[in-house]
């Protein structure tokens, strides 16, 4: 999905910068004018110097500025070709799998149990696109904050949170127990589509890159300040050190698009940081509690439940 980006600053910086040139160009040229002259223009020559030494510095602070702003239109656009292989990935292979089935039951019979087979792949592929298309869409109302007509409630996250667990599970088609819970009563007061979409895309990572023996943990706690502290932990590879800050970025993705084992778009993370500043929280990254795994720890402001 495009990134709409105000082309204003960059665009006034360059002005800025062209007419700074066109003005030291002409102070430069007074200057060498009045100096030689000698004397009789010195205090104008002295006021004219300073002004032009600003102007250079300024000329400069502007071209260090513009530089900035190229290299972060470089990386979003190396970002945005990334995400777009991504998502032409995770539309391709879905539609040539059932076309593949679809092609196979039309041109030739095959046995019973071989369509029950053929039909579950299909309905995988199915959920795979579904779920691209649902990620899409919440990475699109982070642009229409604001907008929602939905009501701000008191989210009960115990019963958000197992709802988010199963839905991971069957998508995965991992047994419940995969995703152990941990839970204490607690509310938070927000969207719940908001709540929804991140411990989703949080408990959805967590599965997708677990162990080969997959074991996710899910903790939930109110503290004594009036906040709720939520852990989601897996046993996989983890997250190197110099790579969690750049996890939460749009379209980032860590490693070549091609050479990926899991499927993704590099927006699951965007949407979790987002979400969470929005509703005046943090979001934390860290080794598992062993040295191995990746912990999520999301703290938003909340309450504990009464009886």
Same mark, same amino acid.
């Given at each position: 999905m495009p990134v709409r980006r105000p082309l204003g600053l960059p665009i006034t910086l360059a002005i800025v910068m062209i007419v700074l040139l066109v003005v030291l160009t002409v102070g430069w040229v007074l200057l060498a004018v009045f100096g030689a002259w000698g004397t009789r223009y010195a205090g104008f020559y002295w006021t004219l110097l300073p002004v032009g030494t600003t102007f250079i510095v300024l000329l400069l602070v502007g071209v260090v500025l513009y530089l900035v702003l190229s290299i972060k239109a470089i990386n979003l656009s190396r970002r945005q070709s990334n995400f777009i292989d991504s998502v032409t990935h995770e539309l391709k292979s879905p539609i040539a799998s059932m076309k593949l089935y679809l092609q196979t039951l039309h041109r030739r019979r095959v046995g019973e149990q071989e369509q029950g087979e053929f039909y579950r792949?299909?309905?995988?592929?199915?959920?795979?696109?579904?779920?691209?298309?649902? &990620?899409?869409? *919440?990475?699109? !109302?982070?642009?229409?904050?604001?907008? %929602?007509?939905?009501?701000?409630?008191? $989210?009960?996250?115990?019963?958000?949170l197992r709802e988010c667990a199963e839905? $991971? #599970?069957?998508? @995965?088609?991992?047994?419940?127990? $995969?995703? !152990?819970? %941990?839970?204490?009563? #607690?509310?938070?007061?927000?969207? !719940?589509?908001?709540?929804?979409? +991140?411990? !989703?895309?949080?408990? *959805?990572?967590?599965?997708? @890159?677990?162990?080969?023996?997959?074991?996710?943990?899910?903790?939930?706690?109110?503290?004594?300040?009036? &906040?709720?502290?939520?852990?989601?932990? %897996?046993?996989?590879?983890? +997250?190197?050190?110099?790579?969690?800050?750049?996890?939460?970025?749009?379209?980032?993705?860590?490693?070549?698009?091609?050479?990926r084992e899991k499927p993704g778009t590099g927006l699951g993370l965007h949407i979790v940081h987002t979400l969470v500043r929005r509703l005046h929280g943090r979001v934390k990254v860290r080794d598992g509690d062993n040295g191995t795994g990746t912990v999520f720890e999301v703290q938003l402001p909340g309450a504990a439940a009464v009886g």
């Open positions: 792949f299909m309905l995988e592929d199915i959920e795979r696109l579904d779920h691209l298309t649902n &990620q899409m869409l *919440d990475a699109g !109302r982070l642009d229409s904050v604001g907008k %929602d007509d939905e009501e701000v409630v008191e $989210v009960a996250m115990p019963d958000l839905t $991971v #599970c069957l998508r @995965y088609r991992v047994p419940l127990s $995969v995703v !152990r819970l %941990d839970l204490e009563p #607690c509310t938070v007061r927000a969207r !719940r589509a908001d709540i929804e979409m +991140i411990f !989703r895309n949080l408990i *959805d990572n967590a599965v997708k @890159y677990a162990g080969t023996e997959p074991e996710v943990e899910v903790m939930l706690r109110p503290t004594a300040e009036g &906040q709720t502290i939520t852990r989601v932990s %897996d046993n996989g590879r983890g +997250i190197p050190t110099k790579l969690r800050r750049k996890i939460f970025g749009r379209f980032v993705r860590l490693g070549l698009e091609l050479e």
